[in-house]
């Protein structure tokens, strides 16, 4: 069909769209003027358009795509002595659910065995592997309460931990160096625990490793890798997944040399996949990070990552140290034991915080002392916070009548972000300020004056309240608490 | 936290609206890795909502690219356009994968952290819809990159409009002429 052909079928089915059903007739009569095929291409374009309905492409390719596997259980399902509540996620070796022990009266989670995993010889792998984990017993590491089977499916129950995995802490802000060391010490803690009962991990990587609202990080998945792998497959390869185009989306970027090269690993190919772990939570980068696979383990066998401490002048050096011999190629050149590992890191925290007990921390700001308790509002202190340690977001605003404490909570925030910045943080007072244009300009001259960058929790409500013009400045659009891209610098 | 420089990005947008091909094969991989990024940091976290706002994905994933680097809308454009033939190829990937491992073809879904497989509402196959529009294209290229937009990146009329510099009318022609063409060639060939 000639391209005309088709624009003047687009244009005659429009038309014929527009009148009453019952009007189309006549019309298509007249357009199509004794052109049977071009009459007949319309007609049956109409029908389409009708049976279509407003369904038919009618919301965004990814909003007709949903997310819940087929195989969910739905909540009040029984396996086992076990009731699920809900889905907790899903994973390639199957599902996790929150679920209620009756008999204890306790939550667990339970993880249930995809039935592509429960051939016999990975039956028989899985129990072995998980058996000899949940002899693992340290507040490091998830314990394991039970294996089981309910008809044909296969489930491990295990402690329920209520957090964050570390990367959803790493996609959703930036770590402290102390809280980044503190997570550290308690992996390898958990981990020179498992190598010293012989147990290796060879998946360990930041989802791995949950991190528990109280701050106790756990590790999950001891052993699973293992199981993960087909009979005869080279094991550890096969816990990644490559896609078509090459691009990394699973472990690879975690592996260790030993691993990327097809060598058989041992507890020290988790030290280096620590190390990594441990040099992206300080830095905020993957050290072997490629566009593709095949780079990524070319990476991992040759190349030395950028130092850590050029990319956060905050790491203590003796923490690159530690992890440039986590990240050595050879095995023999990393840590003889985890244990000594664990300590060095020990060590380390324990230095940085005697440092700051003796010393401390005098960053720069100028908050004013607040004159009353803060109480309650957490779930907006939360949400502002959130916000602010967000890479993406450079301004956040907070809007709403007078007098129901905007400044109060800004301040607050203000407060809790010191320990985040370490270059300042400043309540520049804009109450004063009339003409939206000069905001820049006040701002500006604190930052000239001090030269530190600026978190301006910014009270420029006080501007709308006091003049309505202002109210038209584009600065003024902004939501409650939306980030923008165009505000001052606050990072 | 795997943030880019977005000045890369915005210097290979330029380059490539100066006309230079080159620029848009080394852009292509950049958006493509950050979309598919996002698509699944939101498959994982977003347990209770059940729907992946596309449009969402596409602006965020404008925003960590490309940042305030390149205010002008012109740049948006030639973003958008990029993003809305990379979240086609994504999602027919996903679509594609469903169905392998819906017939059991024994593919290697052993990440312990990935969701591997997206399950489809029936009324919609998108590896058909893929197939449909690639034909679609033959006779009409203008007309199934509007449902590439539309669909595939979830841009509104007027945005649509923007990205192709066409008027909102042509848009509205072409998207309700394609919806009736798709649909009755994805009929057509299921059942036959």
Same mark, same amino acid.
């Given at each position: 069909m000639s391209s005309e052909r088709w624009e003047r079928i687009k244009e005659i089915l429009e038309q014929a769209l527009r009148l009453e059903p019952e009007k189309r007739q006549a019309y298509l009569d007249s357009a199509c003027r004794g052109d049977a095929d071009l009459r007949y291409e319309v007609e049956s374009l109409i029908t389409s358009h009708e049976q279509a309905g407003s369904q038919f492409l009618g919301a965004a390719a990814p909003e007709v795509l949903q997310l819940t596997p087929p195989r969910a259980l739905t909540s009040g399902t029984k396996i086992g002595r076990y009731e699920i509540v809900e889905q907790l996620g899903a994973g390639g070796m199957g599902e996790v659910y929150r679920a /209620? @022990?009756? /008999?204890?009266d306790r939550n667990v989670a339970i993880k249930i065995l995809s039935p592509a995993f429960s051939d016999n010889d990975r039956l028989h792998r899985f129990e072995q592997e998980a058996r000899s984990a949940s002899a693992l017993n340290h507040p490091n590491i998830v314990t394991i309460y039970e294996l089981g089977r309910d008809g044909t499916s296969h489930y491990i129950a295990m402690e329920l931990v209520e957090g964050k995995t570390l990367r959803e802490l790493l996609v959703s802000s930036l770590l402290p160096i102390r809280k980044a060391i503190e997570i550290a010490v308690q992996v390898a803690e958990g981990l020179a625990k498992a190598h010293e009962a012989g147990i290796t991990h060879r998946d360990l990587k930041p989802e791995n490793l949950m991190v528990a609202h109280e701050g106790l990080v756990k590790i999950l998945d001891f052993g699973l890798a293992k199981v993960a792998s087909p009979k005869g497959a080279r094991s550890d390869l096969c816990t990644t997944s490559l896609t078509p185009s090459g691009l990394v989306l699973g472990t690879v970027g975690y592996m260790s040399p030993e691993q990327a090269g097809g060598r058989r690993p041992d507890f020290r190919s988790d030290q280096f996949s620590f190390g990594l772990v441990l040099y992206e939570i300080v830095t905020g980068k993957r050290a072997f990070r490629r566009s593709t696979a095949a780079e990524t383990m070319v990476a991992i066998l040759r190349e030395q990552p950028e130092p850590m401490g050029s990319l956060?002048?905050?790491?203590p050096p003796p923490l690159c140290w530690v992890v440039e011999r986590c990240l050595a190629k050879e095995p023999e050149k990393r840590y003889f034991s985890t244990g000594d590992l664990a300590r060095d890191l020990a060590a380390i925290r324990d230095r940085l915080l005697d440092l700051q007990q003796r010393h401390p921390e005098t960053r720069p700001s100028n908050l004013p002392i607040p004159g009353s308790v803060f109480i309650g509002r957490d779930k907006e202190l939360a949400a502002a916070k959130g916000l602010l340690l =967000? =890479? @993406?977001? =450079?301004l956040v605003t907070v809007t709403g009548p007078g007098g129901i404490g905007k400044s109060r909570l800004a301040l607050e925030v203000a407060r809790d972000m010191v320990e985040h910045f370490p270059s300042g943080v400043y309540f520049v007072p804009l109450a004063g300020v009339s003409d939206p244009a000069s905001i820049a300009i006040v701002i500006a001259q604190f930052y000239a004056v001090a030269s530190f960058v600026i978190i301006a929790l910014v009270a420029v409500y006080y501007v709308f309240e006091r003049t309505p013009d202002a109210y038209q400045a584009p600065a003024g659009d902004a939501p409650a608490e939306a980030g923008g891209p165009d505000g001052p610098d606050a990072s | 936290m795997t943030r880019r420089d977005p000045s890369q990005v915005t210097q290979l947008l330029q380059r490539w609206r100066g006309g230079n091909r080159e620029a848009l094969d080394a852009l292509l991989p950049l958006v493509y890795d950050e979309l598919r990024r996002l698509a699944h940091r939101h498959l994982r976290n977003e347990? !209770?909502?059940? !729907? +992946?706002?596309s449009s969402a994905l596409v602006h965020e994933a404008y925003f960590r690219l490309v940042g305030q680097d390149f205010p002008q809308w012109e740049g948006r454009t030639h973003f958008f356009a990029i993003a809305a033939q990379l979240m086609r190829q994504i999602l027919v990937d996903y679509a594609r994968r469903h169905r392998a491992s819906k017939r059991g073809s024994g593919v290697c879904m052993l990440t312990l952290g990935d969701v591997e497989a997206l399950p489809l509402r029936?009324? +919609?196959?998108v590896v058909a819809l893929n197939d449909a529009l690639s034909t679609l294209a033959e006779l009409d290229p203008r007309q199934s990159r509007v449902v590439e937009l539309r669909f595939f990146a979830g841009l509104s009329l007027e945005e649509t409009s923007e990205v192709m510099g066409i008027g909102t009318a042509t848009v509205q022609r072409d998207w309700t002429a394609a919806r009736a063409w798709l649909h009755r060639e994805i009929s057509r060939r299921s059942s036959t």
């Amino acid at each position: 069909m000639s391209s005309e052909r088709w624009e003047r079928i687009k244009e005659i089915l429009e038309q014929a769209l527009r009148l009453e059903p019952e009007k189309r007739q006549a019309y298509l009569d007249s357009a199509c003027r004794g052109d049977a095929d071009l009459r007949y291409e319309v007609e049956s374009l109409i029908t389409s358009h009708e049976q279509a309905g407003s369904q038919f492409l009618g919301a965004a390719a990814p909003e007709v795509l949903q997310l819940t596997p087929p195989r969910a259980l739905t909540s009040g399902t029984k396996i086992g002595r076990y009731e699920i509540v809900e889905q907790l996620g899903a994973g390639g070796m199957g599902e996790v659910y929150r679920a /209620h @022990d009756k /008999h204890l009266d306790r939550n667990v989670a339970i993880k249930i065995l995809s039935p592509a995993f429960s051939d016999n010889d990975r039956l028989h792998r899985f129990e072995q592997e998980a058996r000899s984990a949940s002899a693992l017993n340290h507040p490091n590491i998830v314990t394991i309460y039970e294996l089981g089977r309910d008809g044909t499916s296969h489930y491990i129950a295990m402690e329920l931990v209520e957090g964050k995995t570390l990367r959803e802490l790493l996609v959703s802000s930036l770590l402290p160096i102390r809280k980044a060391i503190e997570i550290a010490v308690q992996v390898a803690e958990g981990l020179a625990k498992a190598h010293e009962a012989g147990i290796t991990h060879r998946d360990l990587k930041p989802e791995n490793l949950m991190v528990a609202h109280e701050g106790l990080v756990k590790i999950l998945d001891f052993g699973l890798a293992k199981v993960a792998s087909p009979k005869g497959a080279r094991s550890d390869l096969c816990t990644t997944s490559l896609t078509p185009s090459g691009l990394v989306l699973g472990t690879v970027g975690y592996m260790s040399p030993e691993q990327a090269g097809g060598r058989r690993p041992d507890f020290r190919s988790d030290q280096f996949s620590f190390g990594l772990v441990l040099y992206e939570i300080v830095t905020g980068k993957r050290a072997f990070r490629r566009s593709t696979a095949a780079e990524t383990m070319v990476a991992i066998l040759r190349e030395q990552p950028e130092p850590m401490g050029s990319l956060n002048p905050e790491a203590p050096p003796p923490l690159c140290w530690v992890v440039e011999r986590c990240l050595a190629k050879e095995p023999e050149k990393r840590y003889f034991s985890t244990g000594d590992l664990a300590r060095d890191l020990a060590a380390i925290r324990d230095r940085l915080l005697d440092l700051q007990q003796r010393h401390p921390e005098t960053r720069p700001s100028n908050l004013p002392i607040p004159g009353s308790v803060f109480i309650g509002r957490d779930k907006e202190l939360a949400a502002a916070k959130g916000l602010l340690l =967000r =890479r @993406d977001v =450079r301004l956040v605003t907070v809007t709403g009548p007078g007098g129901i404490g905007k400044s109060r909570l800004a301040l607050e925030v203000a407060r809790d972000m010191v320990e985040h910045f370490p270059s300042g943080v400043y309540f520049v007072p804009l109450a004063g300020v009339s003409d939206p244009a000069s905001i820049a300009i006040v701002i500006a001259q604190f930052y000239a004056v001090a030269s530190f960058v600026i978190i301006a929790l910014v009270a420029v409500y006080y501007v709308f309240e006091r003049t309505p013009d202002a109210y038209q400045a584009p600065a003024g659009d902004a939501p409650a608490e939306a980030g923008g891209p165009d505000g001052p610098d606050a990072s | 936290m795997t943030r880019r420089d977005p000045s890369q990005v915005t210097q290979l947008l330029q380059r490539w609206r100066g006309g230079n091909r080159e620029a848009l094969d080394a852009l292509l991989p950049l958006v493509y890795d950050e979309l598919r990024r996002l698509a699944h940091r939101h498959l994982r976290n977003e347990r !209770t909502e059940h !729907t +992946l706002q596309s449009s969402a994905l596409v602006h965020e994933a404008y925003f960590r690219l490309v940042g305030q680097d390149f205010p002008q809308w012109e740049g948006r454009t030639h973003f958008f356009a990029i993003a809305a033939q990379l979240m086609r190829q994504i999602l027919v990937d996903y679509a594609r994968r469903h169905r392998a491992s819906k017939r059991g073809s024994g593919v290697c879904m052993l990440t312990l952290g990935d969701v591997e497989a997206l399950p489809l509402r029936k009324d +919609l196959d998108v590896v058909a819809l893929n197939d449909a529009l690639s034909t679609l294209a033959e006779l009409d290229p203008r007309q199934s990159r509007v449902v590439e937009l539309r669909f595939f990146a979830g841009l509104s009329l007027e945005e649509t409009s923007e990205v192709m510099g066409i008027g909102t009318a042509t848009v509205q022609r072409d998207w309700t002429a394609a919806r009736a063409w798709l649909h009755r060639e994805i009929s057509r060939r299921s059942s036959t």
